[in-house]
């Protein structure tokens, strides 16, 4: 393995994969036009999952010049399910998803299309997300911190 730059689509392909391998009874997808109305607004038609690039974080490393950072890409799922006999059941319907997808991606080393390994994935917020006609659905933010550096037993990618 090499200690390259972490390329921002192959992460965000290789979690639309995963999640559609993992979770092959939602309609997983990466975030697109056709996922937004007139107005802005995120619709979902669930059970859906979306998934963005929400940015980076960059931490610079002991290079005393300031030319080399750690890039850790951060990105977005969004989760929603439908259970239309209590506004409760809608939101429990939701978390149940969020659930799943933290399990699938929580740990997880993603195979890029490259061949390249990523270091785990981390899940660092969920946070509600009224969506008009749905009710709630959950905003789930990972990271994916780089490259792994080692191949071995623990370094296997998912795809």
């Given amino acids: 393995m090499s200690q390259g730059t972490l390329a921002t689509h192959l992460a965000w392909q290789a979690l639309v994969t995963l999640l559609t391998a993992q979770l092959p009874a939602f309609n997983v997808a990466a975030i697109s036009d056709r996922d937004f109305n007139e107005a802005g607004e995120i619709i979902m038609d669930p059970p859906s999952i979306r998934i963005f ?3 980076e974080v960059a931490r610079a490393t002991s290079d005393s010049q300031r030319l080399s950072y750690e890039v850790e890409g951060r990105y977005g799922v969004l989760c929603a399910d439908q259970d239309l006999s209590s506004v409760a059941n809608q939101a429990f319907a939701s978390a149940t998803l969020l659930d799943q ?3 699938a991606l ?7 299309a ?3 390994t990523t270091e785990p994935v981390q899940w660092v917020n969920t946070e509600p997300l009224p969506v008009d006609g749905i009710g709630v659905a959950y905003s ?3 990271v994916v911190p780089g490259l792994a550096q080692f191949a071995g037993t ?3 990618g998912v795809a």
């Fill in 53 to 55: 690039f929400a940015g």
């Fill in 101 to 103: 997808v933290k399990s």
């Fill in 106 to 112: 929580c740990g997880a080393r993603l195979l890029l």
């Fill in 114 to 116: 490259d061949g390249e």
């Fill in 140 to 142: 789930l933010g990972f």
């Fill in 154 to 156: 623990n370094a296997q």
